[in-house]
């Protein structure tokens, strides 16, 4: 069981490799394709689809010589070894987020439930013939192939549509940019790409750490009710893809109030998630941790709100990170990421030693809570210059006044 665990586990590190092509899509794309100019947006499109795939192809290629060099150190059977290198290929064909911008950009962002369906269809249909019948490991790491191929092949095919559908977009993956097209793309996609590097780094060290320091057994607790506290807070996630091109329109528009508005709009909408949230933590955390494990495990509501509670600060920074993305300070979101990463690693370790499962699950805490606050006072700080206090009236006029045709003057 363990051993099962384990590999998904080391190929999820080498995932982080990935580019995040979905933002530079939107924050270069937006522009060219609401305003008609298609044969730009290819480009762009085309320079997203080429990180995605060299990105895939690095990733397998550090995934293959990660099991080579480390997989003896990691405890794997030599005799294993050669169908984790196989599975590593997998690796190369995981990276489809071009397709995630361009159904935001075509207002069918819905189709990603389509991509996450068709995952889940052969995942839960192979994995129950895999019980049924018995199987053994290899089997099941065919399974999990087959279910990112099967995502990958629907994302693909529904993004292709999308653009058909778009019409006067055609698609050359070759196609080079033009000067002016995207000024700075490659230091954008880096820097965003490597903030989300920082943050699977961040999520997955603590599991790492506790398994090193209280075993396995306290491993497995601590993964689990991690992905319990994120799995209740993943409907807010999915509204930082849905920010981007919001963002990037009022920018365009200058509309900073209108910027203002829409961060303060969820700002309270996430605070009143994030309440409901810990009233269910409060309820059921304890028989959900019961109910995964299979065992009952003393203390796991206050581990589960613990957890719940990084994943709602988590859940603050959703609306924080696309803006400073879009108003070009994500150098400063991907300074952050270091400078709370580097405090977080001593901390845990620290906490973990003093407090054991709890102590890991509040070092999170604490990491969240610093993440939150230097991201929000720029933030702030930008407000407060460019869309201080509350938004100027709009100037009334006879239309206004009297209705279309009415008698009103000015």
């Given at each position: 069981?363990?051993?099962?665990?384990?590999?998904?586990?080391?190929?999820?590190?080498?995932?982080?490799?990935?580019?995040?092509?979905?933002?530079?899509?939107?924050?270069?794309?937006?522009?060219?394709?609401?305003?008609?100019?298609?044969?730009?947006?290819?480009?762009?499109?085309?320079?997203?689809?080429?990180?995605?795939?060299?990105?895939?192809?690095?990733?397998?290629?550090?995934?293959?010589?990660?099991?080579?060099?480390?997989?003896?150190?990691?405890?794997?059977?030599?005799?294993?070894?050669?169908?984790?290198?196989?599975?590593?290929?997998?690796?190369?064909?995981?990276?489809?987020?071009?397709?995630?911008?361009?159904?935001?950009?075509?207002n069918s962002f819905w189709l990603?439930?389509?991509?996450?369906?068709?995952?889940?269809?052969?995942?839960?249909?192979?994995?129950?013939?895999?019980?049924?019948?018995?199987?053994?490991?290899?089997?099941?790491?065919?399974?999990?192939?087959?279910?990112?191929?099967?995502?990958?092949?629907?994302?693909?095919?529904?993004?292709?549509?999308?653009?058909?559908?778009?019409?006067?977009?055609?698609?050359?993956?070759?196609?080079?940019?033009?000067?002016?097209?995207?000024?700075?793309?490659?230091?954008?996609?880096?820097?965003?790409?490597?903030?989300?590097?920082?943050?699977?780094?961040?999520?997955?060290?603590?599991?790492?750490?506790?398994?090193?320091?209280?075993?396995?057994?306290?491993a497995a607790v601590y993964r689990?009710?991690?992905?319990?506290?994120?799995?209740?807070?993943?409907?807010?996630?999915?509204?930082?893809?849905?920010?981007?091109?919001?963002?990037?329109?009022?920018?365009?528009?200058?509309?900073?109030?209108?910027?203002?508005?829409?961060?303060?709009?969820?700002?309270?909408?996430?605070?009143?998630?994030?309440?409901?949230?810990?009233?269910?933590?409060?309820?059921?955390?304890?028989?959900?941790?019961?109910?995964?494990?299979?065992?009952?495990?003393?203390?796991?509501?206050?581990?589960?709100?613990?957890?719940?509670?990084?994943?709602?600060?988590?859940?603050?920074?959703?609306?924080?990170?696309?803006?400073?993305?879009?108003?070009?300070?994500?150098?400063?979101?991907?300074?952050?990421?270091?400078?709370?990463?580097?405090?977080?690693l001593p901390l845990v370790y620290?906490?973990?030693?003093?407090?054991?499962?709890?102590?890991?699950?509040?070092?999170?805490?604490?990491?969240?809570?610093?993440?939150?606050?230097?991201?929000?006072?720029?933030?702030?700080?930008?407000?407060?210059?460019?869309?201080?206090?509350?938004?100027?009236?709009?100037?009334?006029?006879?239309?206004?006044?009297?209705?279309?045709?009415?008698?009103?003057?000015?």
């Amino acid at each position: 069981k363990m051993e099962s665990q384990s590999r998904p586990q080391y190929q999820r590190v080498f995932r982080t490799l990935h580019l995040q092509s979905w933002q530079p899509l939107l924050h270069y794309g937006t522009d060219p394709f609401t305003n008609g100019r298609r044969a730009q947006f290819s480009r762009v499109l085309a320079f997203c689809v080429r990180a995605d795939y060299l990105s895939g192809g690095v990733g397998w290629l550090v995934g293959t010589l990660g099991v080579a060099l480390f997989g003896t150190a990691m405890g794997w059977p030599a005799a294993d070894q050669g169908a984790a290198m196989l599975y590593m290929t997998t690796i190369a064909f995981m990276n489809f987020s071009w397709s995630a911008g361009v159904f935001r950009l075509c207002n069918s962002f819905w189709l990603n439930m389509l991509v996450d369906l068709s995952g889940t269809l052969v995942r839960t249909v192979g994995s129950g013939l895999g019980f049924l019948y018995h199987m053994g490991l290899d089997y099941y790491l065919l399974v999990w192939s087959m279910t990112q191929l099967a995502m990958f092949t629907t994302s693909t095919g529904l993004g292709l549509l999308q653009l058909r559908l778009a019409g006067g977009i055609r698609f050359n993956p070759f196609a080079r940019l033009a000067e002016g097209d995207a000024p700075g793309i490659w230091r954008f996609t880096l820097s965003t790409s490597d903030n989300h590097v920082l943050s699977s780094v961040f999520n997955q060290f603590g599991t790492l750490l506790v398994g090193g320091l209280l075993g396995p057994a306290d491993a497995a607790v601590y993964r689990v009710s991690r992905q319990i506290g994120e799995g209740i807070a993943k409907p807010a996630q999915l509204m930082v893809p849905a920010l981007y091109p919001e963002f990037i329109r009022l920018r365009d528009r200058q509309d900073w109030y209108g910027i203002k508005r829409v961060t303060v709009q969820l700002f309270l909408t996430i605070g009143g998630f994030s309440i409901a949230l810990m009233g269910v933590a409060m309820l059921m955390g304890n028989i959900l941790l019961t109910w995964m494990l299979h065992v009952h495990w003393h203390g796991g509501r206050h581990l589960i709100m613990l957890m719940l509670g990084s994943a709602v600060l988590g859940l603050g920074i959703v609306p924080l990170e696309p803006l400073l993305t879009v108003i070009g300070q994500v150098s400063r979101v991907l300074r952050t990421r270091i400078i709370v990463t580097l405090t977080y690693l001593p901390l845990v370790y620290g906490m973990t030693r003093l407090w054991r499962l709890e102590g890991a699950a509040a070092a999170g805490v604490v990491a969240g809570l610093i993440m939150f606050g230097i991201c929000l006072r720029p933030v702030l700080a930008w407000f407060g210059q460019m869309a201080p206090g509350r938004a100027p009236a709009r100037p009334v006029t006879a239309e206004t006044q009297g209705g279309e045709g009415g008698t009103g003057t000015s």
